[in-house]
């Protein structure tokens, strides 16, 4: 991977993360359509990436983060992921095989869009209007929803919105939900890719794979810094969106995206 291309995956990330439309699958669709090796860097790489969007929403919203006073934040965040570090451990085995498929980004894209045409409707009734309103148990429901975007395509914010619509949260409550959500979600996968898991048939750990060639550590460090500032851009744009608009434009982006992908993939330009 060169460092425009861990730029570009970057910005993809940033701009993915946070809107409904699936980072992952995107990040996907972008290796194949540019022909970057999936070697086990680049696989990496597009977990490792998250660091940068995590740390948007520590940023923004660091306020609520660091005012240690409020320990039930804290504990709400801890049920909500929960279920994801369940399920990741028991299937990560099979979640590493999908993300290598551009055909199940495809089909998660388009029928999350088909979802999301109607979700303004379907959960327009809302009774949780704060953060501090949601119960530990519409936390953890709230969090089982994100478990759904465990199949790349799927969307982890588009998930965990829902979900939290799905408890009565306001749009605006269950979209900032679903950005606290993600910052443990996302640590957990990261540092285990970083720490835990082996790499390279078993024999490196991913930071010994980042530290391995001075390439892979600057595309490492300047991804997460491009991935940090488009994160703070998108999450900025995304929640003055939806307080106006809704999701119905995500879910014909959806759509298209997933139709064209489709197509590439019948032709054999992607693969």
Known sequence: MSIIEAIIIAIVEGLTEYLPVSSTGHMIITSSFMGIEKDEFTKLFEVAIQLGAIMAVVVLYWRKFFDFSRWQ????LIIGVIPALILGALF?????AMLESPTTVAVSLLLG?????FIDKAFNHPTIHSENEITYKRAFLTGL????????????SAASIIGGMQQKFTRNIAAEFSFFLAVPTMAAA????LFLKKWSDGTIKGYELILQSQDNTIAFIIGNVVAFVVSIIAIKFFINYLKKYGFKIFGWYR???GVILL???YQGIIG
């Open 263 to 265: 197509v590439l993939i």
């Open 113 to 117: 869009g088909v979802v999301l045409l």
């Open 92 to 96: 990560s085995d099979k979640i590493d």
């Open 73 to 76: 934040f804290y504990v709400k």
């Open 255 to 257: 759509i298209i995206a």
């Open 145 to 156: 929803w994100q478990c759904i975007a465990m199949i790349p395509g799927v969307s982890r």
């Open 190 to 193: 990261t540092l285990y890719s």
